[in-house]
């Protein structure tokens, strides 16, 4: 049993891997609550944008999204296998900051460059730092999923950091303020992280064994990825490939399911997987249609939401004008407020042997995720007849899909670590963020849709979403009785 308990009862280290974790979610939400403000935003005026269209920086956003969280699949390798997980997020965090300072040079032209980079640094940090989380606890310490909640908090309070202060310069005094207080927040945590690492102790401090020439063959294949990779990042920086976002984002949702299906198609078929665990495996695959599902509608808070705030809410408190990223704090606040709640309720129904099957508790996400767009199709209405509309109607909104994310999001953590074959750990954790990526982008897909005719089109797209997630939940309730006596005998 680890007896460190310097933390809250926590072993020290996590400390270290709560305040980078912070300061990159701050740096991450506080540039991402920008980035379609400022595409969309008009070439004139005192914070010119770049004068995109609303389904260009959708798509362009959707693709940002996908690639932060499908990155963490080749990044979770390189740290397994090359690097180690703390070297990986030490790697992560700088390449993060300099992202965000390549942002904030006033100029269009590297606006991309600082996106591929920010892309980079979070596949080496995102999944390799909630890794460590777990390697901070022996095998039988029952803290764990304790400190995987301490850990969401700091994700929570990064978040709010980073509206606060993002939002606030980004859309007052100039995007590029924002941006640079990203790497500045980033910085900091690289800071933090250098400082306090070797509270770390052994926990993701190496790569998995092996023969050392089977590494170098790794690490030669790496390179070789990595120079082509930039070879066309470069080629498309450069201009000489033409990116239509719209058809690349599309392309991409394809490539990523056919990934992620693909890859659970393998486990099941190839990997020597027992009965059991292949029973396991589809309770997970389900569940992971679920959270897919889920992050598409959430994550348009950036994208659809955001332009909603923008357009068609009055955002004037006490005779000042709040900035637009500011409606979306209220999604961190309502999870520090009602996780211990969630968490109650859960702990309740367990104890008198009520408490509702994994998938059950994701429809119930999707419901709320469902009723939050309801919401939306009303204030949508009444915006119609006459804008804007109060801001209680995106608050309403966000309060629901709080709640959604809380009967999903946490659960479907512990859920993979709990029933995902154990040899696979990593990877399956990879599988999990790839279902936030096919979300990320859906949401920038559906956000442009929404948005691409003014008020009009948000209507009919809000109302498919009603309907998706109410058909979507009905199907994982069906689900659900498949796996019901699955749960009750692990
Ligand atoms: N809000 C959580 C985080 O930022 C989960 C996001 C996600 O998986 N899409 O870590």
Redesign the pocket.
Known sequence: MNKDTGFFGHPIGLRTLFLTEMWE?MS??GMRALLVLYMTGSLAGFNPGMGLSAMDANAIYGIY?GMV?FMVVPGGWIADNILGHQKAVLLGAIIIALGHFILAIPVEQTFFLGLVFVVLGTGLL?GNISTIVGNLYGDNDKRRDSGYTIF?MS??IG?TLGFLICSYLGEKIGWHYGFGAAGIGMAFGVYQYIQFRHLLGSAGEFPNDMDESKRAGYIKWTKLSLVLMFAVIGCGLLGLITIEPRVFAENFAYFLTIVAGAYFLYLYSFAGLSPSEKKNLLLLFVLFIG?AAF?SG??QSASSLSIFARDYTDLSVAGFIIPIGWLQFANPIF?VTFAPIFAGIWAHLARINMDPSLPIKFAIGLIFMAISFMVMVYAVQLAMVSAPVGMRWLLLTYLLQTWG?LAL?PIGLSAFSKYSPKRYMGQMFGL??L??AI??VLAGLLGGDATVDGLSSVQPIFTFMIQYYAVIAVLLIAMSFLFKSREKSS
Do not use: C, H, L, P
């Open positions: 979610r991450y939400y999204v969280y995102k969401y994700i929570n978040s959270a992050w959430f994550d999870v994310e999001s999990w963020f279902a936030s979300g990320g």
